[in-house]
């Protein structure tokens, strides 16, 4: 049985929290996957991630940011990106994966606002309107892997947060490996997607949220579908 690590640090008054294994177990059904998850704590990342996470066949970077344990959820994302595991990464999850890979592969000192409030470029910003317990309109690139899992050209996603990629650093996005996946009406990044890759999504939204209406998000479905290896 393939097992998927839900990494992050459960708190059942988080709405993602308890939608997640909801998500997971429609997704499994569907697919009469071999599939099964587990949650691992930010604290048990330490003092070796890689030797941690070894034998799960993928991860799930879940939202509830800060982290008890930041540099472990990056060690944790770094691990899947590198080796080739299914990585799915949803609000604070796609804000942590864009810190690795700035960190990692642009070589820059990318900072969150939100745990380094005084931070005078960070790469993760306060977002310019909230979007705690909002909806709203996605625009998938034409061509990506998340337009294809949609088998649509927009869709309509709910958020919790109040951080999302700084605007200045979007551009790096227009070439390299990571690419942006979907934006919102006004443009803003809000998916990313690394080609070469067997399945490494990042989403600002929280796709998991449909499972709470007993809808399968799609999202979820090809994550699990990866992890299955099918």
């Known amino acids: 049985m393939k097992r998927i690590a839900l990494v992050g640090d459960y708190d059942a008054s988080i709405v993602a929290h308890r939608a997640i294994p909801i998500a997971l177990k429609l997704a499994v059904d569907e697919l009469r996957a071999d599939v099964t998850f587990e949650w691992v704590a930010s604290r048990d990342l330490q003092p070796n991630a890689e030797a941690r996470l070894e034998p799960y066949a993928a991860l799930w970077c879940v939202p509830g940011s800060p982290y008890q344990n930041t540099q472990g959820v990056i060690e944790a994302i770094r691990f899947a990106r590198l080796r080739n595991r299914p990585f799915l990464g949803t609000c604070g999850g796609f804000q942590h994966a864009l810190l690795e890979y700035a960190q990692a592969v642009w070589r820059i000192d990318a900072l969150h606002a939100e745990t380094n409030p005084e931070a005078e470029d960070p ?19 034409p061509g990506s892997r998340l337009r294809a899992i949609y088998g649509r050209d ?42 070469e890759h067997p399945f490494f999504i990042g989403t600002l939204f929280q796709p998991e949220r449909a499972a709470l209406r007993e809808q399968t998000p799609p999202l979820v479905k090809a994550f699990v579908r990866a992890a299955a290896g099918t």
């Open 123 to 141: 790469l993760i910003a306060p977002l310019v309107c909230s979007l705690v317990e909002v909806r709203g309109g996605l625009n998938f690139e």
């Open 154 to 195: 927009s869709a309509n996603e709910e958020y919790h947060c109040n951080y999302g990629l700084n605007p200045r650093y979007a551009s790096r996005l227009q070439s390299g490996p990571l690419k942006i996946a979907a934006r919102d009406d006004e443009g803003s990044v809000r998916a990313v997607e690394l080609d």
